[in-house]
C-alpha cells in the first residue's frame, strides 16, 4: 500500500491458528489494518507473537457463531478445527463453527463493500472417485461418518456464502484447500506432517495409518498464502478455486522422506486406517493457474525441511524452559 494512502482492514477468523497467523503476518507485510478472532479452540496465542508486537494488528478473543461486529473490506474466514482428532473431538462445534461462522460474515458482509475469501477443503471431494479433482466434481462424502461434521459443514458452507451472493450479491471467493504445511503447526495438532516429524524427533516410532498406500498432495504454506491472496484481488471470481501442490505422495513416501531429512533409522509401526480416510488425493489446479496464476514453487523435501527447522527450534526452546 502507497504512503499516505488509508489503511485497508482485513479480518482474519481463526487468526490464532497455522494458517490463520501466517495470513495476519502476511497482511500486515502487505500494510493492512488487521482484525484477529480466535476462540483458541486449536489455536495459540503464542502464533500471533510477532503479530502482537506490530501496533496495527488487534486481537478479539471471539467465537465466530457469535455476531461479528467488526467491519472490514476484506474478510478470510479462516476459523475451524481442520486435523481430523481435533474436529471429531467436538463435532458438534465443528458443524456450527463453519455453517454459523459463514452466516455471521454474510450478516456482517451484506449490503457493505466487503469481499470474503472463505476457506474451504479438499475434503469438499470426500473419498474421491475422480483423480485428481478438478473444481466440477461433486464429491463422494458420506454424510453421517466421522468425518463428516468437517466435510458436511464445509460443504454446506459453501453452499451458503454462493447463494449469498445469487441473491445479494455478496463477493465471495471459496478456496478449496489441499493438506498443507509448514512451520507453526502444533505439537499436537495430530496431522500427519506434524505427527512424523514430532515422532523423528523424539526418537519415537512413526505411526502410518494403514497400508501407507494412500495419498495426499502437500503444499507449503508459503505457497499456499500467494495463491489465498491472488484469490482476494479486487475483480469478482465466481465459483470455487482449488489451492495446493498437485505433487502426489503416498503417506509411506511421506514418513521416509522425514525420516531422511532427520537422518534417523525408527521404526515405521502400522496402525488402523480411521474411517472413511479417503485413499487419494490430488488437486487438479487449472482454474488456479489461469484465473491466477498460481504456480507451487517448494517442493516436499524443501517445504519438509524449513518444517523440521521449525519443529527442531521450538523442541530446543521447549527444553531450554524445562517443558
Ligand atoms: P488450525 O486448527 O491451526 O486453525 C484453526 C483456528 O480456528 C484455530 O486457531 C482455532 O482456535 C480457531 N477456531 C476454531 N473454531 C472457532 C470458532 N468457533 N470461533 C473462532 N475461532 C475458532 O487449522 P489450520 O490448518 O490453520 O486451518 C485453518 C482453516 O483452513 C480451517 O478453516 C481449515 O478447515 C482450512 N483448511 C486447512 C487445511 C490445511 O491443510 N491446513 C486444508 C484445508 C482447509
Ligand atoms: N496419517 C498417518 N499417521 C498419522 C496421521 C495421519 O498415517 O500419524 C495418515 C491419515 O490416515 C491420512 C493421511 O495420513 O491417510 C493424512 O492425514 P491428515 O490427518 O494429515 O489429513 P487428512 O486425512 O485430513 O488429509
Known amino acids: 500500500m502507497g504512503l499516505g494512502a488509508a489503511r485497508k482492514t482485513a479480518l482474519v477468523t481463526g487468526a490464532a491458528g497455522f494458517l490463520g497467523s501466517h495470513l495476519v503476518d502476511r497482511l500486515l507485510d502487505e500494510g493492512y489494518e488487521v482484525v484477529g478472532i480466535d476462540n483458541l479452540m486449536t489455536g495459540d496465542l503464542g502464533?500471533?507473537?510477532?503479530?502482537?508486537?506490530?501496533?496495527?494488528?488487534?486481537f478479539q478473543m471471539g467465537d465466530v457463531r457469535e455476531p461479528i461486529h467488526v467491519y472490514a473490506e476484506?474478510?478470510?474466514?479462516?476459523?475451524?478445527?481442520?486435523?481430523?482428532?481435533?474436529?471429531?473431538?467436538?463435532?458438534?462445534a465443528t458443524l456450527t463453527t463453519s455453517v454459523m461462522g459463514a452466516l455471521r460474515l454474510v450478516e456482517m458482509a451484506r449490503g457493505r463493500r466487503c469481499t470474503i475469501v472463505h476457506a474451504s477443503t479438499s475434503e469438499v471431494y470426500g473419498d474421491p472417485t475422480v483423480h485428481p479433482q478438478p473444481e466440477s466434481y461433486w464429491g463422494n462424502v458420506n454424510?453421517?461418518?466421522?468425518?463428516?461434521?468437517?466435510?458436511?459443514?464445509?460443504?454446506?458452507?459453501?453452499?451458503?456464502l454462493n447463494d449469498a451472493r445469487r441473491a445479494w450479491g455478496v463477493d465471495v471467493r471459496i478456496a478449496r484447500i489441499f493438506n498443507t504445511y509448514g512451520p507453526r503447526m502444533a505439537f499436537d495438532d495430530g496431522r500427519v506432517v506434524s505427527n512424523f516429524i514430532v515422532q523423528a524427533l523424539r526418537g519415537s516410532p512413526l505411526t502410518l495409518f494403514g497400508d501407507g498406500r494412500q495419498t495426499r498432495s502437500f503444499c507449503f504454506v508459503k505457497d499456499l498464502l500467494e495463491g489465498i491472496l491472488s484469490l482476494a484481488r479486487p475483480e469478482p471470481i465466481e465459483g470455487p478455486v482449488n489451492l495446493g501442490n498437485p505433487e502426489e505422495f503416498t503417506i509411506r513416501d511421506l514418513a521416509e522422506e522425514v525420516l531422511r531429512i532427520v537422518g534417523s533409522d525408527l521404526e515405521i509401526i502400522h496402525q488402523p486406517l480411521p474411517a472413511d480416510d479417503p485413499r487419494q488425493r490430488k488437486p487438479d489446479i487449472s482454474r488456479a493457474r489461469e484465473l491466477l496464476g498460481f504456480s507451487p514453487q517448494i517442493g516436499l523435501r524443501e517445504g519438509l525441511r524449513a518444517t523440521v527447522a521449525d519443529f527442531q527450534a521450538r523442541l530446543a526452546e521447549r527444553a531450554s524452559k524445562g517443558r
Request: glycine share 6%; charged share 25%; hydrophobic share 25%.
Open 47 to 58: 502464533n500471533l507473537e510477532r503479530a502482537g508486537r506490530d501496533p496495527h494488528f488487534h
Open 143 to 160: 454424510p453421517i461418518g466421522d468425518r463428516s461434521c468437517y466435510d458436511e459443514g464445509k460443504r454446506c458452507a459453501e453452499t451458503l
Open 74 to 92: 476484506l474478510v478470510f474466514n479462516f476459523a475451524c478445527p481442520a486435523s481430523p482428532i481435533h474436529y471429531q473431538s467436538d463435532p458438534y
